[in-house]
């Protein structure tokens, strides 16, 4: 059985060329960059919760409380 490795940081911004949130997922030196189709003024808890999904999907755990949001 495979087992998530967890992510060492996670930050969340706003990618306005793109209209989109950009989640990027770093672990060690390798950065993996996705994005999510929350709405502009989505809550934190909402871009929170995406970024654990999709590190979920990665194969990556994050503990929410260590997403870092940036808003425009």
Known sequence: MLRNMEADRVEVTRDEQHKRWLIRIQIGEEV??????????????????????????????VNPAHIVVSRP
């Open 32 to 61: 993996i960059r996705r994005y999510t189709h929350e709405p502009k003024d989505a809550s934190q808890d909402t871009l929170r919760i995406a970024a654990v999904k999709i590190a979920g999907d990665e194969g990556y755990t």
